[in-house]
């Protein structure tokens, strides 16, 4: 889930001057539109679970320049369990019912083996509105019949 959040600032000048905005502090990928204040940042998995400051400060082109810094928090709710439902067939598709949080992508992975040696191989990635959702592993009654599905969550 990405987090927008527009700042916004005013000058008392007259004709009032240009105000620019930047990040004074903030998480790692956060952006800040130094023009109209807009901040955005899409929370990673290691961000679950954490309390994010945000300071951001607005600077006329006045002589001499003034500014202002504000902070604001956001805070990233802890990651919910995931849960993979085997659902069967369909026609020549295997599905699987997916439910969890909201906002993380979802890569749905397969090997033949749980032996160390054998890779996972991935076969979609989604970004869900809501959950739970399904996904259709195409071809499924192509590749051999004892296969081991993951859910990895995102980025």
Do not use: C, H, K
Request: no cysteine; charged share 10%; net charge positive.
């Amino acid at each position: 889930m990405r987090v927008i959040a527009t700042n916004t600032a005013t000058d008392a000048d007259l004709p009032a001057n240009t105000l620019t905005f930047s990040l004074v502090s903030g998480p790692p990928g956060a952006t800040l539109n130094p023009g109209t204040g807009q901040f955005t940042w899409r929370p990673g998995i290691a961000n679950a679970n954490t309390t994010n400051t945000i300071q951001v400060r607005v600077t006329d082109n006045g002589t001499p320049a003034l500014s202002d810094t504000r902070s604001f928090t956001i805070t990233v709710r802890p990651l919910t369990p995931v849960t993979l439902t085997s659902l069967g067939f369909s026609g020549a598709n295997y599905r699987v019912s997916i439910s969890g949080p909201v906002g993380p992508e979802y890569t749905l992975q397969t090997r033949g083996s749980l032996s160390p040696g054998q890779p996972w191989i991935s076969l979609t990635t989604t970004n869900p509105l809501a959950t739970p959702f399904q996904l259709d592993v195409i071809g499924a009654r192509a590749i051999p019949t004892n296969r081991f599905f993951r859910i990895l969550l995102g980025p």
